[in-house]
């Protein structure tokens, strides 16, 4: 991908930055600055039961954090995925993976419809008030299909008359500047009215790799990836957002959103060897748009409320396949042009009242979710090749309640259900044995309590939570390989959690260990059938049964008056029922250690060290990676009260390594970024 400046909003940056006469900063990640009716909880006693990890703008700016997938990476629980034939980052929560887990934004799903997952790398964090993880605890009135957990980005709300910030962003490796990104976000609040918008673009060239990379020969003689940048490893987005906000009164708030994200990207071809049976690809993704519209409201009626929301989002995306690394025809056998033109809707009215020592709510939520996909024309296709769309649609209904008893002044007790209801309602693949057949329900169960003494918060519960399969899941042919299955029933798990924090002495901690039951999991299994152009294919299967155990230590604690000091550590053990099978992305060890020194007000100096056991990337057992060790060094300046500056030194050993086998990560590489705020 050609490596080009955005001189414009570059320039329109630079003289924003320029304007003097500016009023004091706030704090941009403080309460009032984040957008309330979009956080997964409001409330403190829910944050005891069910502690919520919180990623805000100062972490996220510090280490050089440019979207959400590298934002969350460092999350206890949360493993991610990056790389394989789709250049995407995703993330595991505890072993569950992206189709298991819920993406949202200000609590609306925006994950694709047709199979579950999304790309988080496409999401930038210039934009939000606060990344929120939700795990196995989380709420049942969160919605469906959140069997691992959810994440939901939040984004802002101004609280003064005017209320800016800007950045300016550039990283290099050895060769010279591979990325730049730029932003502007602008808020303004009068009275009972606020409006708040901007704009944020990112461009990156091929990443470096470290001099420590050896390229591998995919056959004898035939070298991939050679040392020095990831070939075809580009990509650009820009995104907007706007809201309008309206608060008549102090208990009541209703605010309409949009929020747009157009992009391209390039998949890297597969640096390993032909030995695991990967095949090398030449893709990329000329077309990466996301668009979404939505209301949410608060109104307070007496003790009680009443929340809405409605949302429109629309997904579209072209991936193109090409016969070679020259990436300018389309005519082999494996080569194509396909496109999809996905949107979903719906909403969701939530409802509570203060009974007694009962903090009783309830939730409707109802979505339609529409997958269009047709192939395009290649180099050399015929006249009356067939471009025309082929349409799935499906819906899903909700309904969940929750009941929060205060036993006493130091302990509650949550009861929670939820029943979900799930139904393919169009199957345009032309096969009449692929017709949609019913519905199929779901329930959800609930309990969990919280017990407060002398600081300290103990908290344990029990969660039985579900996900339905997606339309590929389904449907999908793959490409030739597999036959679809229209009896795929619900996956479930069944959660058990113990914790506790607060704070010892000096130290603040948080630990939580957890077990996960999981039963009915879909997994592609070899039936016998010449429908794929021999005697077997593969088929989607409610066959699996997995089990996924660990523990989570959050520590943090003031060394000096001017050093703090904290670590995070994960450990999990995931056990497939199928012994022939071994777990992905599911590194047993993830440990972080961070340093911060603050030896004058206006600077900060920090370092981090990141260990990451070896993992499998396939479940035949035959692409591992290997365990690794990340330094990063960082450090910021307050320039003066409106102006920032900080640089991160990424990678500071240039550690060659691996989150996905034959997809390389970038070696050593310096952010520096320019910060101002109004």
């Known amino acids: 991908m050609t490596y080009k400046k955005n001189i414009q909003l570059t320039v329109a940056i630079a003289a924003l930055l320029a304007q003097p006469a500016w009023a004091d900063p706030q704090q941009n990640d403080s309460d009032d600055q984040v957008f309330t009716l979009g956080k997964i909880q409001v409330s403190a006693q829910a944050e005891k039961s069910n502690p919520v990890n919180v990623v805000t703008p100062d972490e996220i700016r510090q280490h050089g954090q440019t979207d959400v997938g590298q934002a969350i990476e460092y999350v206890p629980g949360v493993t991610l995925q990056v790389g394989g034939r789709r250049a995407e980052t995703r993330a595991n929560i505890r072993g569950f993976d992206s189709r298991q887990i819920t993406l949202n934004l200000d609590g609306i799903p925006i994950y694709i419809p047709y199979d579950g997952n999304i790309d988080l790398s496409r999401f930038r964090t210039s934009d939000l008030s606060r990344i929120e993880v939700s795990k196995s605890l989380g709420s049942l009135l969160e919605g469906p299909n959140n069997m691992g957990g959810a994440i939901n980005l939040v984004t802002r709300r101004p ?58 020969e995919y056959a004898p003689g035939d070298v991939v990836q050679g040392k020095g940048s990831r070939d075809h490893s580009g990509s650009e987005s820009a995104t907007g957002n706007l809201k309008f906000g309206y608060t008549p009164n102090a208990t009541d708030e209703y605010a309409i959103s949009y929020y747009r994200t157009e992009g391209t990207k390039e998949s890297p071809p597969y640096a390993g060897s032909s030995d695991t049976g990967m095949a090398v690809r030449y893709w990329d993704w000329p077309e990466w748009d996301k668009e979404s519209i939505y209301y949410v409201g608060h109104t307070q009626v007496g003790k009680g409320y009443v929340k809405s929301r409605l949302f429109y989002d629309n997904f579209k995306n072209k991936l193109y396949s090409y016969d070679n690394d020259n990436y300018d025809t389309i005519t082999k056998g494996y080569a194509f042009r396909s496109q999809y033109d996905d949107y979903s809707m719906g909403g969701s009215l939530e409802g509570g009242m203060p009974i007694a020592n009962h903090d009783l709510r309830a939730t409707l939520q109802i979505k339609y979710d529409e997958h269009r996909e047709r192939d395009l024309p290649k180099d050399n296709s015929p006249s009356t090749f067939d471009d025309s769309w082929r349409t799935y649609q499906s819906h899903i209904y909700s309904l969940g309640l929750e009941d929060t008893i205060a036993l006493t002044e130091k302990a509650n007790l949550t009861l929670g259900y939820r029943r979900d209801e799930f139904e393919m309602t169009k199957t345009d693949d032309g096969d009449p044995r692929n017709d949609p057949d019913g519905t199929q329900g779901k329930n959800n169960f609930q309990i969990k309590g919280d017990y407060t003494v002398q600081g300290q918060t103990l908290f344990a519960g029990v969660s039985l939570k579900s996900r339905f399969p997606n339309m590929k899941d389904l449907y999908s042919y793959r490409m030739g390989s597999a036959i679809p299955n229209v009896n795929l029933e619900p996956e479930q798990a069944t959660h058990y959690e113990i914790g506790a924090k607060g704070k010892l002495s000096r130290v603040n901690y948080q630990v939580n260990v957890f077990y996960s039951d999981i039963t009915d999991a879909i997994e592609s299994v070899t039936v016998q059938s010449t429908e794929c152009g021999g005697t077997t294919c593969n088929q989607n299967q409610n066959v699996g049964t997995a089990t996924s155990q660990g523990v989570e230590v959050q520590l943090d604690m003031p060394v000096t008056e001017t050093v703090d000091l904290g670590v995070v550590y994960a450990y999990l053990d995931r056990d497939l029922s199928e012994k022939d099978l071994v777990p992905t992305y599911s590194p047993k060890n993830k440990v972080s250690i961070y340093g911060d020194w603050y030896p004058a007000p206006k600077w900060h100096f920090g370092v981090d060290w990141h260990y990451q056991d070896q993992s499998e990337t396939s479940t035949d057992g035959e692409r591992p990676t290997a365990g690794f060790n990340l330094w990063n060094a960082t450090a910021s300046y307050d320039i003066n009260k409106h102006f920032s500056t900080n640089v991160v030194l990424k990678n500071v050993m240039d550690t060659d390594y691996e989150l996905a086998e034959g997809d390389p990560m970038p070696g050593r590489t310096v952010w520096v970024n320019l910060h101002a705020s109004y």
């Open 159 to 216: 609280d003064r008359p005017l209320e800016v910030e800007a950045d300016i962003g550039v990283e290099a490796g050895e060769d010279g500047l591979f990325k730049n990104a730029q932003n502007i976000q602008v808020g303004s609040r009068a009275d009972k009215f606020y409006v708040t918008g901007g704009i944020s673009r990112l461009e990156s060239g091929d990443y470096p790799l470290s001099d420590d990379f050896s390229p591998t």
